[in-house]
């Protein structure tokens, strides 16, 4: 049984890994016309936005210059998290660090595309900014929706737990 766990998480972890890596590949990829097969919280960020043949040339080289730039998916430090994941004897604070290491990583490739979004952003014009802003408060406005949805649903499950509890 402690072998089929340690199989799944292993699985588990590599699948997290692998949708971490294609999460990272298609946002450098990222292209205006493209944004509808987007997965990252920012894809659609032009969406609605007409850009201009030229706007989106110089879109596509600040994108080739970032794949360039961008250091590749570090392996090793997966197969180290692996390691840790099935290993005879569960090491919390190796598994926190390797973690941090790891988020560290995924905050630099995070920082390093909302710079390659800053850029794009600042080609737009003044009307295109604009329009931009007012789908961002939209999708915002929508995300508070879900966040009091959310939050709503919360003290009804903490009820139903104290009625059940009180119930016993």
Same mark, same amino acid.
């Given at each position: 049984?402690?072998?089929?766990?340690?199989?799944?998480?292993?699985?588990?972890?590599?699948?997290?890994?692998?949708? =971490?890596?294609?999460?990272?590949?298609?946002?450098? !990829?990222?292209?205006?016309?493209?944004?509808?097969?987007l997965r990252s919280g920012q894809g659609h960020m032009f969406d609605g936005i007409s850009l201009t043949e030229h706007q989106r040339q110089q879109m596509r080289d600040l994108m080739q210059r970032a794949r360039h730039d961008r250091p590749p998916v570090n392996v090793s430090e997966v197969e180290t998290m692996h390691r840790l994941v099935t290993a005879e004897k569960f090491d919390e604070a190796a598994v926190r660090a390797q973690a941090e290491k790891m988020a560290e990583e995924q905050v630099n490739r995070q920082v390093e595309m909302a710079r390659v979004r800053n850029q794009m952003y600042?080609?737009?014009?003044?009307? $295109? =900014?604009?329009?931009? !802003?007012?789908?961002? $408060? $939209? /999708?915002?406005?929508?995300? /508070?929706?879900?966040?009091?949805?959310? =939050?709503?649903?919360?003290?009804? =499950? !903490?009820?139903?737990?104290s009625n059940t509890r009180s119930n016993q």
């Open positions: 049984m402690r072998n089929v766990i340690a199989a799944v998480m292993a699985s588990t972890l590599a699948f997290s890994a692998n949708s =971490q890596a294609d999460e990272v590949v298609t946002s450098v !990829n990222w292209h205006p016309a493209e944004s509808n097969t600042r080609l737009l014009t003044p009307e $295109q =900014q604009a329009a931009l !802003n007012e789908n961002h $408060q $939209q /999708r915002m406005e929508q995300l /508070r929706d879900v966040a009091r949805m959310q =939050q709503g649903s919360v003290p009804s =499950q !903490n009820l139903f737990s």
